[in-house]
């Protein structure tokens, strides 16, 4: 008897830890050997399932005890300012269609379609107002509380298209609208969150003002090469500056997934409206995965996701719900592994979906209208920086054409490759291997067609010589490097041979002004700085950046045109071949610059501060 009761108390020992081992979490098993194969320090997660937060925690890298604290949630602020906006729209203090220059009238903005297309309220919920994206003056040094006010008061804002006609993501937008509700309500944005979103949520210790004592230590955030990444400061903080735990965003998961909360901050009405983007062109021809009213929908792990990402100073943020089935997930890191992110990311979304079923099969149809006139040349032209907008012009130069037998449409990008299109019916395309859209065209009202495609860029149409100059002129800015590389490495290697180096003076001329400008391309690729004589209103003061851009700006163009004239008209002496060749490059660093000029390529730019 004693042995029985030995026996039965081992079993019950034994299923007691075989429960032990099951009861971690899931999606601990899923993403700890992930997230210890990247260089993420802390991964914070939340998982729903049948409207309840069923799994969240924190995880280490390397498997040990992870550190409480506040992580930093980026773009996901813009949904939450977007929750305290629709709260004010249904409290009737607010409406969406309501023009911005009537609530703002001291606001500095440029538009010239005011008369038939104003700015209204939902068209910067909805990311298609028009404004230019972030530049580098709103990355600097202010004060933790900066108010969306005094954002929208600090420059001026020139819209680049009707607005409602193109997405193009700008967090301007989200600051702008939290500006308007402050001039309505005559409260500051921290106060609105507070009672509008956070106390409805149970988000207690969630606020935008890194010094809200309420807000725990946010948690250090490092780069892909594991140095630690300094804290951004921001002036659009409506649109960025989220910070708190995963226990609180968590419940935010949850209501955008469910409508459920003690005291809703929103209706489900409301909710529905910020997946239902309706003010763009390609919204308004039916396209719906593009960005609604603070939300957009994304397919991770074959099924669609509502929600929204971030990424601000080394911190990563995906949110992603799906209404119909009450679920969702919540991931965040304090680390900028972008990769990893990616991969825990699609792991995640299988294992909150592994029981919903997957997209289904689209079939494609047969286009109604005529391919035809779909086809021809376009360039990119809504990116959100118009910065760097010339050179994603030029390397997103793509061709349409339809296949031969007229059934699909073939693009040919210099980036992408080449890619088939089948029509799903009215204007929208998928490409091959995706069970959705991923193409759509819509008509302008000028009656130009446009087509919304790779990386939510819209494309424009433009001529075959247009087309043809721009390939024309991305080879000669590519030959002018590789020549300016050649011209150096030649003569160094005649010096070494112990013999003089060809034409000393144009020579010499050529290899500095090379120098020059590779150098100017470098640091104007790294910092940002391409822009157009249309953006210098977006330039600030001068600074020792400035100044080493413009040496090098002028002193490259004189060099080149010096050796051309001592080549060419003062015949300077030298070998026939050698002369050929440094004519040759002299002529080719003269065409490149032209046409870095001609796409709008100002040299002069200067580095933007407050």
Known sequence: MTRLRFLVAC??????LADCVRAEPEAVQVLQPLLNASTIPTLGYAVLQDGQIVEQGLLSNGGNSASN????FGSLSKTATTLMILSLVEDGRLSLDMPVAEVLPDLSISNRWSD??????????????????????DYRDVSPDFTATAYAQSRPHDLRWPPGRYFSYANGNHTLAAAVAEAVTGQRFDELMRVHVFDPLGMANTSFDLSDPRVQPVLQSVGTDGRQQEPWQLSVRPSGAMVGPVRDVAQLL???ATGDAETPPVSQEALRRMRSPQTSLAARDGYELIYGAGLFGFVAADHIFWGHWGRIDGFQTTLGTIPEQRAGFLLVANGADRSAFHQMREALAAHVAADIPPLPAVTAVEHPGELEQLAGWRVPFTDDSVLRNWIREMLGLTRIRTTGDGTALHLTALLTGAARLEPLGGTQFRQEGFQIPTHVFSRTPEGEWIMLGDQQLSFRQVSPIQAHAMRFGFGAVTLAIALSLLTGLWIGIQQLRGRPAPSHAPAGLLVLAAMCFLSMLALFALWGLFGSLADLHLLATASTRSLILVGLSVVWPMCVLWAAYLLIVRRHRMARGSLLYCSAVAVVLIVAAAY?????WMPLVTWQQA
């Open 596 to 600: 870095l000029f001609s796409q709008g």
């Open 254 to 256: 949850r209501f955008l």
């Open 116 to 137: 038939t297309a104003p700015l209204r309220l939902i068209h910067l919920l909805e990311q298609t107002s028009g404004l230019p994206g972030t530049a580098y003056a």
């Open 11 to 16: 079993c019950a020992l034994w299923m007691a």
């Open 69 to 72: 604290g506040s992580f930093r």
